[in-house]
Structures are given as C-alpha cells and as structure tokens.
C-alpha cells in the first residue's frame, strides 16, 4: 500500500506468503489451510495484507473488520499461534523470513474462514451485568462527584473492546466453554470497582460460581493477547480479591 | 393490494417482523435512541455490526457542553461559536437546541455510567477544542468534555451498557438495503425496512410505524481518511433512491491532524492540550493565519493552512509533503495520561514517538456535515417544508444543520446524543398514534433482485479496483481544495466508474457470511454519494467551511447563503449527472446572529 511516509522514505516491497485457514461451511466439511504471496510492505498490517487477498486473489476470503486502527474490536485472530488484531500487527513487527499462519480464534464456533460466532462469547458479558447499578441520584441533579483517584482504580478495564483475543487465548476457556473467560471479569471489573456502582456483591457473587474467576490458573496468556495493553491476569486477581474481602473503599479525597 | 403476514411469519423464504419502531444503525445516535424507545414502545435495531464495533468507538477528544466546571461558560457561547464555526450555513434554531441541551446530554451519560475524567473537585473535566471560545471568540475555552482520547468508545460502551440493561432487541449483522414505500393515497408512505442477515444470506422484512435512520457517514468515499471500512453511506444512499432529498452534500470535514499517508485520527484535543503544527523550518504556521486562537483555529482553516503550507514548499518530510504535529513539549505525563490511545497510534503505524519527535500529519477526510434533511424533531424532510410521517434520521447521515458548511470539534458526539434521543423519542411517540402503513405485494423484491444479480454477476470489473479508483480520485479532486476543472475531472471518473459497475464480478457465491457481496452493495452506495457530492460541489460557486473552491475564493453570501438540497429525479444510470440530479436551494434559520466575516 506503501501510504506510509516511513515507506516511501527507501523501505521496499518484498513477498510475503500468507497460510490462512480456510473454512466455507456450505461446501467443506473441515478446514483447509491455503497460501497465498502477497506483495507487502513492511509497515504494512496483516489486514492490509488479508484485503489485498480479497480484493487482489480471492473475493470469497471471508473476515470481519471496520475501524482499522485496533478500536472497534472486530479483527482477533490467531497470527502465527498467537491472539491479535489484524489491523494492529505490522508485517515489519512478524518475522518475515517464514510464512504468516492466520486462522480464526479458538474456542468459539467457527462460522467460515477467519469468523467465528461471537454469541456465546457476548452471552458471558451480558451475564455479569455490564452496566451502572446506582439507584442514588445526585442531589443537584448534576453529575455524580468521583475523585480522580476513584476513577483512576478501574480506568484500565474501561479500555475493553471487546474483541475476545484474551477469552479465546485461554486454555481453561477451549476445554470448559462454560467458564465466563477473561473479558467478562474484565468488563464486571469495571463495575465492581466503579465507586458510583452500587451492585458489587451482586457481580461478585456471580463470578464467585464455579464457572467464575477461580477457575482461571493465571497463565497470563490473556494479558499477553490484549491489544489494549489491559492488566488482564491482575483485574481478575482484584475480582478474587474482592470477593474474599469486599470491594475497598477508595477515599474521595485522594 | 396489500401483504397480510404474522410477526415472524416466513413466507417464500422471506422473514417478516413487526415492531412499533425499528432503528437502523447501532452507534452512538441509534443506541442513543434506542435507550428512549425501547422501554416505551417495541424496538428492534437493526445493525450491520456488532452495536460495540460502530464507529462512534473511534471518537477521541471530547463532548462539547457549557457546564462551566472549569471555567465561565455559558450555552449561548457556544451557540454563537456553532454558527461561526459553520461558516453561518447553520440552521440557528438547531444550534440552540444543540448547545442548550448538551448540558443534559453529557450529564444523562454520566448517570448513566460513562466515566469521564475529573477536576480535583471530582466534577467533569473539561478541555480546549477548536473554534469553542470565551464570550463570541475573545479565548479558546474548555468545553469538551472527555474521557481520556476515548471519549467516543466510552460513550458507545455506556450507552450499549444500558442497551443491555434494557433488555432492547439487536439484529447483529444485517444489512438494511432498502427502504419500502407504499402509495397510500397518491403519497408515498415509509411502511418497512428490508435487511440482508450476514450469517444465512436470508431476508428480512421489518414493518414499522416508525423508522429511525442512524447509519452514519460515508467517509469511505475518500482514499485517506479517519473513517472505517464500513462508513459507506448505505442509510443515506437507501434514502437517496427512494427520491427522497439530501442537503448539504458538498460540505465534507477534512480533518487537520491524521497520521501522515494513513488517515488516522490524531485528535484535536492534542492541541487542545498544547500540541503544536509546525512547518519544515518549524516554524508555527497557525500564528500567521490565525492569530488570536492559532493552532485551535476550526478545522477547515487549519486544514486549509496545511495544504497552503505544503504547496508552497515549506512541507515537511524527504517529499515535503505533510506537516509535523509537535506533542514534545506536553511530556510523557500528559500524553501517557490524557492522549495515550494517539500516542499509541503514532507509535504503532509510523514508529514515531510523540514524547520525542513531532508526527507526521495531513488532512484526513473525517465528516459529512451534509446528509438526510430533518427538522429539529429529526422527522426527514421531503423537501423543504414537508416532512414524511414516520420516518427519522440522527447522527452523521442526518443534516439539521446543527453543523452548517463545517462542524466544529466534540459537537458530532454532542449531535449524535442529543439528536439521538430526540428520534428516539419522537418515533415513539408518533408510534403510539399512528398505525402500520400496509406492505405492497412482495416487498423484498427488490432486494432479492439485487442480491441475486450481484451473487452470480461474473462480469470483469473487479469491486476493489473500482473502489480503489474512486477514492482515488476523489482526494486528488474533490478534497480540501476544489475548482471547477477538478470537479469535471471527478464527475467524469464517476460516470464511467458507475458503468463499469454495472459489469462487475464477484467470486463468493455462497449465501453465508459472504462479504463478497455486501462489499459490493457497498460500493454501489459509494458511487452514488460520491457523485451526489461532487454535483451538489460544482454548482457552489463560493468557498464556505468545508467546501474550497480555489476559483471562487470568497464566501458569497448573496447568492449562497442557503442549503443544497439535491434529488434524484431520472433514470440514476443515465450518463450525465444533471439528467438525473436536480439541485434545489432551503433557507438557512437565522435567529440572533448576522453573518460576519470569519476571523480567528
Ligand atoms: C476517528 C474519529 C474521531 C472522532 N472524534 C470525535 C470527537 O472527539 N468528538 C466528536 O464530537 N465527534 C468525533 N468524531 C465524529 C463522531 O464520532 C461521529 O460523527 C459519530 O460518532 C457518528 O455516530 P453515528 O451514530 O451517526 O454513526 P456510527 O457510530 O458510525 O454508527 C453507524 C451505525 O450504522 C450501522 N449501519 C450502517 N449501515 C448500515 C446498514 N446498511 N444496515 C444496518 N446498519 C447499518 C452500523 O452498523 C453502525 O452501528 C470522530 C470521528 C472519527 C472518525
Ligand atoms: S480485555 Fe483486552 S483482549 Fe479481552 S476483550 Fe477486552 S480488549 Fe479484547
Ligand atoms: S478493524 Fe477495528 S480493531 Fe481491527
């Protein structure tokens, strides 16, 4: 696409094969793994590259993607075994001496090609009520007072797109498809520690069930898989905090 | 004749539902009005994307509202500032109600769990953006209210949040693609939705007393942009076939600050912090042409500037071809702290790390201030004064004009809530009263046609190099910078690119999840827009906010202080744009403010 200033300051274009795991239901009964060269440039992103197969080679390769820029949480998938965006990881940044291997995340049904389905995975956040739960109005009918100290406490899980590379990079999740997975700790994170929310030890006894947070065995691999940079592994270890000693207090006037 | 059916009746293979209001588009503006309709009357929204995956998501800076936490403020600055900044092409009723209401707006997302930042006081924080001041210009002010530099993912977050909580009914992954008009008594009545499900390639037929358009812009009509792949304008390219007007198509935002040869967004809300654009010598360009508010100047002078600077030799770069965003002075505290999401951004796509070295950066196409007509109450126009009952459009396909000739900065996340809620509860309302409008026979014929034609088409023209071309084009001639020529240039472009089309080939046939296809639909809302705007664009001949023409420099009030308001009125294939487009021209409301000349 060689758009990018860095390139058209002397970086050429070389080949690239990609190895993509292709899946169309009406016609496979299995998945097929295919190649594809594509001409890339280094600071190119793998969905650039997945775009100039289906628009270049293969309209019928099939992916989600809108945004981009790693914001809308459309494009996890498995890039050479590991949970990432395709529109976050720059060719420059793989090691390019060796084909790319792309497929679609693990643990969740797969639909066709890099498309998984997403409801089971969007059924565990719903579960943990992903809203405010404050009756307490205002007095002044303004805004609720926060302090900046109390808003800093669950900042990190208010970064969570949503895009399941952490709940489909986890082992406990591929054998027990029942276990919340680490987004919806993440998202009940955001709540439990919000000093506005009110429903705490409602959250915290859902993921305190068998299918809740003590069945993770913190291998780290969702932290490791976030592409928000989110404390994954040490939000649940607050959640398993909080249920055995309450939800801490954070003074206001900090 | 009309169609009888059962909700969720499926008949030759055709599913019908009936809902009280159906909202097309689950970002910001139709979730917004969801929240409202969905407790009081039976919704469904329906979404191409996962409601979490709108482009509301990418919104950075800030929410414009005069709570006046950090300083004096009052709501009737901000309108003033409204106007201006739209270079007086806005309707100044509507900008009222915008800046009134904002103060709400802001407020009902906090209560409803949106985590802004705080003041010391544990308030709303709130910062500087482009062209909002201190009483009618004296100062920049701060206004935006903001969450960090994802003041937008926070916002689409909080409000499918409460989505959730309510309990409204999504259909994730449908694409609407037509828009059903009955004749009842010689008039055409909006009677349904028809959408394409994604996963099984079936149809859905949804009859509604009211329809809510929310689907947002079409930015994807230019190569560089800040948009996403999705924003192809299909609600306002649905509206548009149906014979239904758009206004205002020629006004596109150009956005000063995105990355260099990428398009994405940095935020203004960078300079709202005190970022800086300099030059090849470094020099602070903005001091020459704005002097008062500088580098907050609204974005169509700084975009303008840019260009400027970079035509006249002083660009920056081994081409001398972009400008240098300089964030070095903020510190890694700020950046890290109230911009980490750019700063990440300009390290991950150009390796440059703001806390060290300025960012490349060039105008990005960002936002269409045109769209579909409403009024105040966000009911679609039919022409100038007459509204078509039942039918709604909010956020960045809807044109009030809150946003006249060039929106200013945070005032699109404001649009989309307030406007948002609005339609939400104006369609329920109307809902409550009204009853449905009958089917015609066989309302999905349409569609079917049109998904069959473009799933077996095996023409030569292939969609990406079409698309390609187009975008393209469009940013060589139709961007911050316009004349007649260029605009003759693009107009012949589209014309053959729309031929071409018509012998296009796409290679998925199968009818689950294939993409193939929608791109294609896609492509085809792209090519209808893009010539709606570059006809609505050469027959402006003055130079207004967003729309620059190099021929006609000045702003000529006399002759085109008014709105554009364009219909498809023939054949949409035949060759020349003006044998099927006819152009029209709508009062602009002025209340309190006399256009002046613009001085920053
Ligand atoms: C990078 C970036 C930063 C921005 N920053 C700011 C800012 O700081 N402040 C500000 O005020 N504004 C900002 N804006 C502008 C603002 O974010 C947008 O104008 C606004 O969010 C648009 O909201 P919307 O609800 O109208 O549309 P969107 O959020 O784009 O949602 C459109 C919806 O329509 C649906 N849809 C589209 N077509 C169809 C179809 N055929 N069938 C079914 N559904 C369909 C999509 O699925 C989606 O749910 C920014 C814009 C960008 C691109
Ligand atoms: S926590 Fe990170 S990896 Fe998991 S869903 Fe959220 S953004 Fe994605
Ligand atoms: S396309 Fe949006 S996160 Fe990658």
Redesign the pocket.
């Known amino acids: 696409m060689a758009d990018n200033p860095s390139v058209e300051a002397g970086l050429s274009a070389f080949t690239v094969t990609l190895i993509i795991r292709r899946f169309d239901p009406e016609t496979m009964d299995e998945p097929v793994w295919k190649d594809y060269d594509v001409e890339l440039y280094p600071t190119d992103r793998v969905l650039d590259a997945l775009h100039k197969i289906k628009w270049e080679q293969d309209g019928s390769l099939t992916f989600r993607r809108s945004c981009a820029h790693g914001i809308c949480g459309s494009d996890a998938m498995r890039i050479n075994g590991r949970n990432r965006l395709a529109c976050k990881t720059l060719i420059k940044d793989l090691d390019i001496t060796q084909p790319i291997y792309v497929e679609a995340i693990k643990g969740l049904p797969l639909e066709k090609d890099l498309v998984v389905d997403m409801e089971p995975f969007f059924a565990s956040y719903r579960e943990i009520q992903p809203f405010l739960i404050a009756d307490a109005k205002p007095k002044d009918g303004k805004e609720r007072i926060q302090s900046v100290a109390q808003r800093e406490i669950f900042d990190d899980t208010t970064k969570c797109i949503l895009c399941a590379a952490c709940t489909s990079s986890c082992p406990v999740f591929w054998t027990d498809g029942q276990y919340f997975g680490p987004a919806a700790i993440v998202n009940a994170h955001r709540f439990i520690f919000d000093s506005r929310d009110e429903a705490a030890k409602v959250r915290l006894d859902i993921l305190n069930d068998k299918e809740g947070v003590w069945r993770c065995r913190t291998t780290f691999n969702c932290t490791e898989a976030c592409p928000r940079g989110i404390q994954v592994t040490q939000a649940i270890a607050e959640v398993k905090n909080a249920i055995l000693a309450g939800k801490p207090a954070i003074p206001a006037g900090v | 004749m009309s169609m009888e059916f059962q909700d969720g009746d499926v008949i030759d293979g055709v599913h019908y539902h009936q809902y009280d209001v159906v909202i097309?588009?689950?970002?910001?503006?139709?979730m917004r009005a969801a929240i409202e309709a969905a407790p009081k009357a039976r919704t469904a929204v329906?979404?191409?994307?996962y409601?979490t995956r709108?482009?509301?998501g990418?919104?950075?800076?800030?929410?414009a509202a005069a709570l006046a936490n950090v300083e004096e403020d009052s709501w009737e600055w901000h309108t003033f500032d409204t106007v201006k900044g739209g270079d007086y092409l806005v309707d100044q009723d509507a900008a009222e109600i915008l800046a009134k209401e904002a103060i709400d707006a802001v407020l009902d997302l906090e209560n409803m769990g949106l985590p802004f930042n705080r003041t010391p006081e544990g308030r709303i924080d709130q910062r500087r953006f482009g062209g909002h001041t201190r009483d009618h210009g004296k100062a920049p002010v701060r206004r935006a209210c903001y969450a960090a530099d994802r003041?937008?993912h926070m916002i689409l977050q909080t409000l499918f949040q409460n989505c959730v909580k309510l309990g409204v009914e999504f259909y994730n992954e449908?694409?609407?693609?037509d828009l059903v008009m009955t004749k009842v008594k010689g008039v055409d009545r909006p009677s349904a939705v028809v959408?394409y499900e994604l996963a099984t390639g079936e149809i859905h037929v949804f009859q509604a007393k009211s329809i809510v358009f929310?689907?947002?812009?079409f930015g994807k009509i230019y190569k560089t942009t800040?948009?996403a792949h999705?924003?192809t304008g299909?609600?306002v390219g649905i509206v548009w076939r149906k014979g239904l007007p758009l206004e205002d198509m020629e006004f596109f935002q150009f956005h000063p600050t995105g990355l260099a040869g990428l398009g994405i967004?940095l935020?203004e809300g960078a300079r709202g912090e005190g970022a800086i654009l300099r030059n090849a010598s470094g020099e602070r360009f903005m001091e020459r042409y704005a002097p008062t508010i500088k580098d907050l100047a609204p974005r169509d002078i700084v975009s303008r500037c840019m260009v400027q600077e970079v035509a006249e030799g002083r660009g920056a770069g081994p081409h001398k071809d972009y400008v240098l965003l300089d964030c070095t002075h903020l510190g890694a505290e700020v950046l890290e702290t109230k911009l980490p999401d750019i700063t990440e951004f300009a390290r991950t796509y150009l390796g440059v790390d703001p806390v060290y070295e300025p960012v490349p950066v060039m105008p990005t196409a960002?936002?269409a201030m045109g769209g579909i007509p409403t009024n105040v109450k966000a009911e679609v126009l039919r022409d100038n004064d007459t509204i078509v009952p039942g039918l709604y459009a909010a956020?960045?396909?809807a044109c009030v004009s809150v946003h006249g000739s060039n929106r200013l900065?945070?005032?699109?996340?404001?649009d989309?809530n307030v406007f948002g809620k609005r339609a939400g509860n104006n369609a329920v309302e109307y809902a409550e009263s009204a009853s449905f409008v009958p089917l015609p026979d066989d309302p999905a014929k349409g569609v079917r046609e049109l998904v069959e034609r473009l799933r077996t088409s095996d023409g030569s023209e292939r969609i990406g190099a079409l698309r390609k071309e187009l975008q393209d084009e469009m940013d060589r001639n139709a961007q911050v910078f316009r004349t007649d020529e260029s605009l003759a240039r693009v107009t012949e472009t589209i014309h053959s690119l729309r031929e071409r089309y018509q012998n296009i080939g796409i290679q998925d046939r199968g009818r689950r999840f294939n993409t193939d296809l929608l791109e294609a639909i896609e492509l085809g809302f792209l090519l209808d827009l893009a010539e709606v705007v570059v006809f609505s664009a050469r027959n402006r001949k003055e130079s207004r906010g967003g729309h620059m023409r190099d021929d006609y420099p000045d702003r000529d009030d006399a002759t085109y202080m008014k709105h554009t308001m364009a219909y498809l009125t023939g054949d949409p294939h035949s060759a020349d744009a003006a044998d099927h487009i006819t152009l029209d021209w709508k009062p602009v409301v002025v209340t309190n403010y006399q256009p002046m000349e613009r001085k920053y």
């Open positions: 097309v588009g689950a970002g910001g503006a139709g329906i979404t191409k994307l409601p709108s482009h509301t990418a919104a950075q800076g800030g929410m003041t937008g449908y694409y609407a693609l959408a929310a689907t947002g812009g800040s948009n999705t924003l299909d609600g967004l935020t960002h936002y956020g960045e396909c900065g945070t005032n699109s996340l404001l989309i």
